[in-house]
């Protein structure tokens, strides 16, 4: 692996976080290329969540590196790396439950993100056509006046994968995107995703192996915090180690 | 599909609410009221700034403050040494040992009149600090706890031990704040004599002026994008920080405009009643206005100032007719509108007034929307 190639978007290196001596991640190193799509797996307790919480701030690295287009992630505030260009979906769907469909996506918008900004911010037809796209683009078109908490499960879901991709962020990450959904909105899903990823580089934790052989670029599998395995799906799932720890069971 | 209704600054329903609080604060009350009653109900109104100002902190933004009585004593005292100042000529106070400043400096043996009431001989001045000197400190409060995340609870607590701190501040500097009687015996404002029945009148209807004014600008701000992103901060704040805000930086905005309207309300307080003391500072004034903030219904601007009058209208006539049990029945009145009505006065509004008002509007004209469940 060339290790210093300017073209990864996301290089993260030596990262590691340790909670009162319990290290969750544990000098963990990958590179992620544009338009790449980087699957996590792993047996729970591997560290994913808390990588994808380093990468966008979320927790504060003990050590290590996340440089992402030249920026050092971990000297950034939340919104800051946001701005940089990177979105993060939740694991449980985080939308805005007492505002509408419309209102959730118009609040994600790039545009007026001061508290003046915010303030005087005019609802106009740039937005308006902006957030019909997105819409039209997550199944949620004729919704849009709808208030989110009356969403199903799956919506919700991709409510907040649209609220990510009206910031079009170079670097998406989502917390398992299809956990609890039904099998029609799983294919839907994967349809969506695959359509989002064309234009940009993704890591996605997900369980689904079907659903990762579906979309994955390259898959990394965690394990106590470290790297076990990293390739193609197919070199991955005949990983003798891999299939100890994890898919084995 | 996109409707503009949400972002025009009015609705009908919304104007109708406004309307028909204008009619009884500028027509109802000053015509069924005696100079001394509605002199009372000013005073009310003065409380309403303060809850209106909850309603963005509290309501929308899901920052309880405990301690709003700060900001609006620091707005009454800034008046009040300015009126203290005015009324305290070397003529007036000429049997003191030191003519010329205020009455309780001289009791306690102050002779020169401290550096900081200075510019408070300038109107001008006076009526920047009282916007200022409220809006900083909630600033300098709402940074320090903002930026290192603290909220909730925590910070409740916090502002609650602030109103306790500045209470026992001014009771303990007696001879620069008045101590625990306030700062009293306040007569005129630039020669104009406030304790006649006309001006107490004119003051009256200013500070309904100045209400809506503050009312009107807590409803753009609720109106606006701010306002949206306030409801989701309080419902989801990782998701509005991983959308990229900066949300302390919202959150201290709309505190410090919480401080500032108690701010005016705490000074037309001082004008209308004419003193102004520590009991207006501390915890129990503080807590009062969060009832009538919950009473009127967190969530409804106008529903706050409803909350803060039929209160304030309780709590006189309870304490007139049974001065023994009155905090009994206040207390009894708030847990039966927290248990019965959980979203107050405004609540009962939504569910039971406001669709029947939409029936007759739809009845007119078929184009408006079916009543939905209420928004709030």
């Known amino acids: 692996m060339v290790q210093n190639n300017p073209n990864f978007v996301l290089m993260v290196e030596d990262l590691t976080v340790s909670f009162d001596g319990f290290k969750a991640v544990n000098e963990l190193s990958f590179y992620v290329e544009p338009n790449e799509c980087r699957v996590i797996i792993g047996p729970n307790g591997a560290g994913k969540t808390t990588v994808l919480d380093l990468i966008c701030g979320r927790t504060k690295a003990t050590g290590g590196s996340v440089n992402f287009k030249g920026h050092e992630l971990l000297n950034m505030r939340e919104d800051q790396i946001v701005h940089a260009g990177v979105g993060r979906k939740f694991q449980t769907p985080s939308v805005y439950e007492d505002l509408t469909v419309f209102e959730n996506l118009e609040l994600s918008y790039p545009k007026g993100h001061n508290v003046f900004g915010a303030l005087f911010f005019r609802r106009d037809d740039a937005v308006k056509a902006r957030i019909q796209e997105i819409a039209e683009m997550i199944f949620l078109q004729d919704l849009l006046e709808e208030k989110a908490a009356f969403l199903s499960h799956g919506q919700k879901q991709w409510l907040e994968i649209g609220m990510l991709l009206i910031q079009d962020p170079e670097l998406l990450m989502l917390d398992e995107p299809v956990a609890g959904m039904s099998v029609a909105e799983r294919k839907k899903t994967a349809e969506l995703l695959n359509r989002i990823i064309a234009d940009r580089s993704v890591i996605v934790i997900e369980h689904d192996m079907g659903f990762v052989a579906d979309i994955a670029t390259r898959v990394t599998v965690l394990h106590q915090g470290k790297v076990l395995s990293e390739g193609s799906m197919e070199r991955v799932q005949n990983d003798p180690k891999v299939i100890e720890v994890y898919l084995g069971h | ?376």
């Not at chain 2, 309501?59 to 800034?78: E, M």
């Not at chain 2, 300015?82 to 002779?111: C, H, R, V, Y």
């Not at chain 2, 609870?153 to 001879?175: D, K, N």
């Not at chain 2, 007034?353 to 009543?371: E, M, N, T, V, Y």
Request: hydrophobic residues 55%; charged residues 10%.
């Open chain 2, 1 to 376: 599909m996109l409707s503009n209704s949400k972002t025009a600054f009015i609705t009908p329903k919304e104007a109708i609410a406004f309307a028909i609080l204008a009619a009884l604060i500028f027509v109802v009350l000053p015509m069924a009221l005696d100079t001394f009653r509605l002199n009372l109900f000013g005073k009310y109104l003065t409380y309403a700034f303060v809850a209106v100002g909850l309603v963005l902190c509290w309501g929308a933004g899901g920052i309880l403050s405990l301690g709003q009585g700060v900001f609006f004593g620091l707005g009454g005292y800034c008046m009040a040494m300015f009126l203290k100042l005015e009324a305290s000529t070397p003529e007036n106070t000429a049997i003191q040992s030191t003519p010329g400043i205020p009455d309780f400096m001289d009791w306690n043996q102050i002779t020169a009149l401290p550096w900081w009431w200075e510019p408070f001989h300038s109107f001008g001045l006076t009526l920047i600090a009282i916007i200022a000197v409220p809006v900083v400190f909630a600033f300098i409060i709402a940074f320090a706890m903002f930026r290192r995340r603290v909220g909730g609870v925590y910070f409740a607590i916090i502002t609650q031990a602030i109103a306790a701190i500045l209470t026992i501040l001014i009771i303990g500097q007696q001879g620069f704040t008045g101590g625990v009687n306030g700062i009293t015996d306040l007569r005129t404002l630039n020669g104009w004599d406030i304790r006649t029945d006309e001006a107490k009148n004119i003051l009256y209807f200013v500070n309904g002026i100045l209400l809506f004014a503050c009312l009107f600008a807590a409803h753009y701000v609720r109106k606006s994008k701010l306002g949206r992103l306030l409801i989701a901060m309080r419902d989801q704040e990782d998701r509005v920080r991983f959308s990229g805000y900066d949300v302390a930086s919202f959150k201290i905005f709309v505190f410090c405009l919480g401080a500032a309207f108690a701010a005016i309300g705490g000074a037309m307080f001082t004008l209308q009643v004419g003193f102004m003391s520590p009991t207006l500072v501390g915890i129990v004034p503080s807590i009062e206005m969060v009832i009538f903030c919950a009473v009127g219904g967190r969530l409804s601007i106008i529903g706050a100032v409803y909350g803060t009058l039929l209160v304030n209208f309780a709590k006189t006539t309870f304490s007139e007719s049974f001065p023994e049990v009155w905090l009994l029945g206040l207390g009894a009145l708030f847990i039966a509108v927290v248990m019965a009505f959980p979203r107050g006065l405004a609540g009962i509004w939504a569910d039971w007034i406001a669709p029947r008002i939409d029936g007759l509007f739809s009845r007119q004209s078929s184009s408006s929307a079916a009543p939905k469940t209420p928004a709030e």
